[in-house]
């Protein structure tokens, strides 16, 4: 995968997007505000955001490849 290229994994549940986010991210923290929850790496990265409306994304790094085969 080239540098820079992401693919987002797309949620409609929050069970979902918890359960892919406690999987496969470690070492990240959560940032809450009014209007979303963050997941934010060690680098202060986001790379992953659940809007309290009902939509989730994960920005992947992984190749399609890898993520094909999960």
Do not use: P
């Not at 470690?26 to 940032?31: F, G, I, M, V």
């Not at 209007?35 to 060690?42: D, Q």
């Not at 680098?43 to 890898?66: D, F, L, P």
């Amino acid at each position: 995968m080239r540098i820079g290229m992401r693919n987002f994994k797309e949620f409609h549940k929050m069970a979902d997007w918890r359960t892919y986010v406690s999987t496969y991210m470690s070492n990240t923290k959560e940032q809450e505000s009014d209007s979303e929850l963050k997941i934010i790496t060690g680098r202060g990265e986001t790379i992953a955001v659940w809007q309290k409306h009902g939509y989730g994304y994960i920005e992947e790094c992984r190749s399609a490849e890898r993520l094909s085969a999960q």
